[in-house]
Each structure stands twice: as C-alpha cells, then as structure tokens.
C-alpha cells in the first residue's frame, strides 16, 4: 500500500493557514501573508508510516507546484488523502479528478469538515470515493489496513462514507479518541524539504507548529471545533510535550507555535510544562491560544518566563450583546483585563475578531473598533463570519433555509473577506461588512503612532525582514483589499 497525503494548491491563494482539522482557515495579506505547516496532514503520515504504509506528503500549496509536478509518479499510488474544508472541496475535487485521468485506479479519500459535515455533498463529486467522518487519524490507520487485505474488507470501517452503486452509505461513527497518547509526535522530516512556512507573529526560525490537545467545550455557535473534535478536553500528558519540544530542539526547531483551542484549559498542566521547559534550559521559544477567562496575571508571567513571547485571543467583537448571542460567554471587561495582564508580563498579543456575527449592527462594529484601539493587541486579524456546516448557525439557518444543503458554497477567493448569508442575521450589508474590514485595518494599523512602535522593533535583521514583509502585506489589504 503506498499513500500520497496531498495539499492542494490553489488558484485563488498563495498562503492559506490550511491545518486545523475543523476547517476555519485564512488566507492572503489580511493575515499578514502568513502560513503554517499542514500539522494534520503530517499527523496523518506519521501514522500510517509508523503503521507500515510507504506514505508521501506533497505540500502543493507551499511548495508552489503545478499540477503537472504534484501528478508525475502518481501511478505509483495506491491511495490519495486529501484535508478538505467548505471552501476547497470544489478545487481539491478537481485536482483529484485530473489526477484520476492519469491514473484511473487512484482511490480518493477525502477527511476533515466538509466531508464531516456534507458527506453525501461530497460524494456526489465522482472523482470523490471516500469521505472519513469527525476525528481521522484512527479511522484512516483501519481503512488502510483493510484496504491493503484487498476486496471489500474497507467498508466495514466505522467512520467512513462510499457509494454503493447509486446509492450513499455511511457507516457508524468512531468514537473519539480517549487517549491522546495514540496521537504520535509527528514526523517532521516528512515536510517537503526546504519549506519555510513564512508567519509574521514568528521571532525564530526555523518553526514549526504542534498541538498538545483536542477538544472544546465551548457552545460558540459559529465554530464547528465543538462539532468535530467533542467537548471533552483530551490531551498529551506534560512528558510528552517535552518529548516532543526535544525532538524538535534535536531537529534545528527554535520556536514552536501551538494549535491547540486552548493551551491554557488546565493551568496547572501549563505550569509544570513551563517549569520542566525552565528546569531543563531547553531553548525555544513558544506561541500559544489563550482563552478569555482561562489564564491569571501569575500565569502569564510563569509562561512568559519560559520562553511563550505571544498569545493569540478569540475575543471576536468589542460588544457585549453580539458575544452573548453568540454564545462566546466571555465578558468585554474580562478581555480588557486580560490584554492587560499580558502587556504586564512582557508578551505580545494577537487578537481574532470577526464582524458580521448574528445580531451585528453598524453601532456594534464601531464599538468593536474603538475596543481594540482601547486594548492595543500587538496584531489583529478580522474576518466575516460564515456559517459553516457543523455549526450551531449553519444548522439554524439550514431550518429556515433547506435550500444551503445543496447551495453551500465558499471559496478561497474570498474566505472571510466577503459576506455569506450575513444579511439572514445582522442588519449590515455585505458591501459594508467587507468595507468595514478594511476601515479597521487601516484605523489600526496606520496610526503613526502604532508604526513607530513596530520601527522600534527591528533589533536585528531576522526582525526587520518579518516585520517588513507582514507589515506590507497587512497594509496591502488595508488599502485595496485581498
């Protein structure tokens, strides 16, 4: 059995943040240009290579390959794995499909959230043989294992869809994992050689991304991550995270950006990674989420002290009535005190908000703008909200309107830049969502007195070409957009 785990390059985006499993990705300059290695797809390989199967990883997107590169020896292949989301399943069913020209018997197996989601959406695309449902990394060990005993044996596997003739079927769900501990510490000498994955909010390089946990008992009703991953917080024990922060010291790592929904759900389990990292003088640097609510003035100081220089903060909007309906179950003033606490402790803050939220309003957004001028976050990126499939939203809107079921489109195109059935749920335009991001930005972002910090921070060569190049790309979306 010989696997190609493929990231599918895109027409319409150079970078795409293309890892998270649940499918909320960005793309382009309002991002800063930023990208991250497909940490899921590399989860994937190292399993199956752990496993016995003879496994590739080409990273299309990063790597700048055209198709005619991503097809030549994919006759060798048995099997094509593909992450897909709502917003690449058209174009990475394509790619599939030309690939299938060359090699007829290429089996396409299709996983993340619109496969999760919309399975039978997606098997309704016939270059699309197979979706995997929810969590994969098991799911995907067992269909290959049965797919390497030949005949049918793979559709027994729990977890998965096919067609049966004319026909969709989808079998019984597989459990979420109990123990992370199944998760092995992903193989990084499978990354395409040579990619750098540029970020802007990363000091040291080489880098490379982890996440530690799975899980999210959050009941926001915009994101799927609660859908897909379970409520239930499951994580790697401290040993293993610092098995892991070794191995990628050991590889030339220097920094070391975590995905997981919330580093800080456990603060104890936080503090004794920071002592084991000071205890054992390992020299990386570290990037982490942070929840509102779930970190203290003292916490922040231990992690600071151990090497973490930036968190990242889901606050979302500035206004009090958009978070509650919304079920984010945050406060304003809560987030006020904790980008308080962080300038404190020495660490840079990146903030995620979106506009376009249910209930959103013209008010609501300026309150949201003049919020984040109050609070100073180090970075910010801003998005449209989109009801994605396997959100609390996209389900409410699917009760008033059975025809997104079928019509349920997005692009990379325009991810998070343009509004998508926002005018069902706030009272602001889509031409004024869109305008609105970019008003922000430029309000943010171009005060003289927000540049001349950033010109202070460029102590070294390394600096002065991150901030330069972020920098541009930011102020690039300001002025004219993606």
């Known amino acids: 059995m010989k696997a190609l785990v493929l990231i599918p390059a895109s027409a319409y985006a150079d970078n795409v943040v293309r890892d998270v499993l649940y499918g909320c990705w960005c793309k382009g300059r309002r991002i800063g240009g930023g990208a991250v290695p497909p940490l899921n797809a590399l989860t994937i390989a190292t399993i199956l290579k752990c496993d016995g199967v003879e496994v590739s990883l080409v990273d299309a997107l990063e790597q ?30 394509d790619t599939v499909r030309r690939l299938k020209g060359i090699h007829p018997g290429l089996r396409a197996v299709f996983y993340g959230s619109h496969p999760s989601f919309m399975p039978r959406q997606c098997l309704a695309d016939p ?20 797919m390497g005993e030949g005949g049918d044996a793979w559709k027994a596997v729990r977890g ?20 992370m501990e199944d998760i092995p510490v992903a193989d990084r000498t499978l990354l395409p050689r040579g990619a750098r994955y540029f970020n802007p909010i990363v000091k040291r390089y080489p880098y490379t991304t982890s996440c530690t946990s799975r899980g999210c008992p959050g009941l926001c009703t915009f994101c799927t991550a609660p859908a897909f991953s379970g409520k239930q917080i499951r994580s790697w024990t401290v040993d293993r995270v610092i098995e892991e922060i070794r191995y990628l010291i050991g590889l030339g790592y220097r920094e070391v950006y975590y995905r997981d929904e919330t580093f800080t759900f456990s603060r104890r389990r936080v503090r004794e990674i920071c002592e084991r990292i000071r205890g054992e003088g390992l020299d990386i640097t570290w990037i982490c989420n942070v929840r ?13 002290e151990a090497g973490c220089h930036l968190i990242k903060i889901g606050m979302e909007s500035g206004a009090q009535e958009i978070l509650d309906r919304s079920k984010k179950h945050i406060r304003v003033d809560e987030t006020r005190r904790l980008f308080g606490w962080a300038r404190e402790a020495g660490l840079d803050t990146h903030a995620h908000l979106m506009f376009g939220m249910p209930g959103e309003t013209p008010e609501t957004i300026d309150r949201t703008i ?17 009801p994605y499939p396997g959100s609390a939203l996209f389900n409410e809107l699917l009760r008033e309107h059975p025809e997104l079921g079928d019509e349920n ?17 706030t009272s602001v335009s889509r031409e004024m969502l869109e305008r609105s991001i970019r008003r922000a930005y430029r309000e943010y972002y171009l005060r003289p007195g927000y540049l001349l910090k950033w010109l202070g921070r460029m102590r070294s060569r390394e600096d002065a070409a991150r901030i330069i190049r972020g920098g541009a790309n930011v102020i690039r979306f300001s002025l004219f957009g993606d």
């Open 127 to 146: 270059s699309i043989d197979i979706v995997v449902r929810m969590e994969p990394d098991l799911i995907i060990r067992d269909l290959l294992r049965a």
């Open 370 to 386: 003049a919020f984040i001028k109050e609070i100073e976050p180090t970075t910010i990126d801003i998005g449209i909200c989109s």
């Open 292 to 304: 509102v609510g779930s970190a203290d003035r003292d916490l922040l100081k231990v992690m600071k």
């Open 160 to 179: 998965i869809g096919y067609r049966e003739g004319e026909e969709v079927v989808l079998n019984e769900e597989y459990p979420f994992m109990n123990d």
């Open 409 to 425: 489109r997005l692009s990379l195109k325009d991810l998070h830049t343009a509004g998508t059935y926002n005018e069902w749920y």
């Open 64 to 93: 700048r390959l055209p198709f005619e590169a991503v097809a030549r020896g994919i006759r060798d292949f048995d099997v094509v794995l593909v992450l897909s989301s709502s917003m690449t399943v058209d174009e990475d069913a």
